[in-house]
């Protein structure tokens, strides 16, 4: 299983390159920001594009509802992210979310040759994305929701005769009392999300139950391996208390890859 590492977008700038290059050395896949109103998080990883030569860079996910397809085109050429490596993630809300992805999907591929993630999280939309994505991108669900999931991506690829892409989980991770906490409030606003909220009755669990929030360093690699074989890699999204350099580092070294 291969492991990616994710920062909120609007960490310094500091951050965020230090914590790509540690990634890199230490061996992790892939780096991630995500892409919230109030910060552009093609800008953002174009921070770690910079620090970074083997890494495969993930936005996860763009809304596609507030920022159409020809401002994501224009954004990945503003910013020169390299193509090649680059996992440009998008998805949408309800209404018309099913719509708005398939036909999002198909014009970033009339202009931008690189791979294309999809944000699921229902039934449905597991089976779109096994339809047309590169890669799919879980967010908040436990492995054995994820095995789930996997199992209607691939049948929605094999409906159309093609391979089934990478699936990807985001996975909150945080060391101690305080980043445990500051995790079970991220956890909490989620669960006020109405799509989100429903899927944690589906799975029976509480939010923080989805994330690794651990005492110790030690703790890490354990919680990990309920991970292997539910995806093809976890991307370990981190949680901090004050969103030091110190911090972030301490947790790529906590789950540096075996």
Same mark, same amino acid.
């Given at each position: 299983?291969?492991?990616?590492?994710?920062?909120?977008?609007?960490?310094?700038?500091?951050?965020?390159?230090?914590?790509?290059?540690?990634?890199?050395a230490?061996g992790y896949?892939s780096?991630?920001?995500n892409?919230?109103?109030s910060?552009?998080?093609l800008?953002?990883?174009a921070?770690?594009?910079?620090?970074?030569?083997r890494?495969?860079?993930?936005v996860?996910?763009i809304?596609l509802?507030t920022?159409?397809?020809?401002?994501?085109?224009?954004g990945?050429?503003e910013?020169q992210l390299?193509?090649?490596?680059?996992?440009?993630g998008v998805?949408s809300p309800?209404p018309r979310?099913?719509?708005?992805?398939?036909?999002g999907v198909a014009?970033?591929?009339?202009?931008?040759?690189?791979?294309?993630?999809?944000?699921?999280?229902?039934?449905?939309?597991?089976?779109?994305?096994g339809?047309v =994505?590169? *890669?799919?991108?879980?967010?908040?669900? +436990?492995?054995?929701? /994820?095995?789930?999931s %996997?199992? #209607?991506?691939?049948? !929605?690829?094999a409906?159309?005769?093609r391979?089934?892409p990478?699936i990807?989980?985001?996975?909150?991770? =945080?060391? *101690?009392a305080?980043g445990?906490a500051? +995790?079970?409030e991220e /956890?909490?606003?989620y %669960?006020? #999300?109405?799509?989100? !909220?429903?899927?944690?009755?589906?799975?029976?669990?509480?939010?923080?139950e989805?994330?690794?929030?651990v005492?110790s360093?030690g703790a890490?690699g354990?919680a990990?391996?309920r991970?292997?074989?539910?995806?093809?890699e976890?991307v370990?999204r981190?949680?901090?208390a004050h969103?030091?350099a110190?911090?972030?580092?301490?947790l790529?070294?906590a789950?540096k890859?075996?």
């Open positions: 299983m291969a492991q990616g590492f994710a920062l909120f977008a609007a960490t310094a700038g500091d951050v965020i390159r230090a914590a790509a290059r540690e990634a890199e230490l896949t780096f991630w920001v892409h919230p109103g910060t552009d998080g800008a953002a990883l921070l770690a594009a910079g620090e970074t030569r890494l495969e860079l993930g996860g996910v809304p509802h920022r159409g397809p020809a401002s994501i085109v224009q990945v050429r910013q390299p193509l090649p490596r680059l996992l440009l998805g309800n979310s099913l719509e708005r992805v398939r036909a014009a970033l591929r009339a202009e931008l040759s690189t791979r294309i993630v999809v944000a699921a999280l229902g039934p449905k939309m597991c089976r779109l994305a339809e =994505a590169d *890669g799919v991108l879980l967010n908040w669900v +436990t492995p054995e929701y /994820a095995r789930q %996997a199992d #209607i991506v691939r049948e !929605g690829a409906a159309a005769g391979t089934a990478t990807y989980a985001y996975v909150r991770l =945080a060391l *101690g305080a445990r500051r +995790t079970a /956890a909490d606003r %669960a006020g #999300i109405p799509a989100y !909220g429903a899927n944690f009755t589906r799975m029976g669990v509480k939010p923080i989805t994330a690794i929030a005492d360093p890490v354990p990990l391996a991970w292997k074989g539910a995806v093809d976890v370990l981190a949680v901090t969103d030091t110190d911090e972030t580092l301490a790529v070294r789950a890859p075996a």
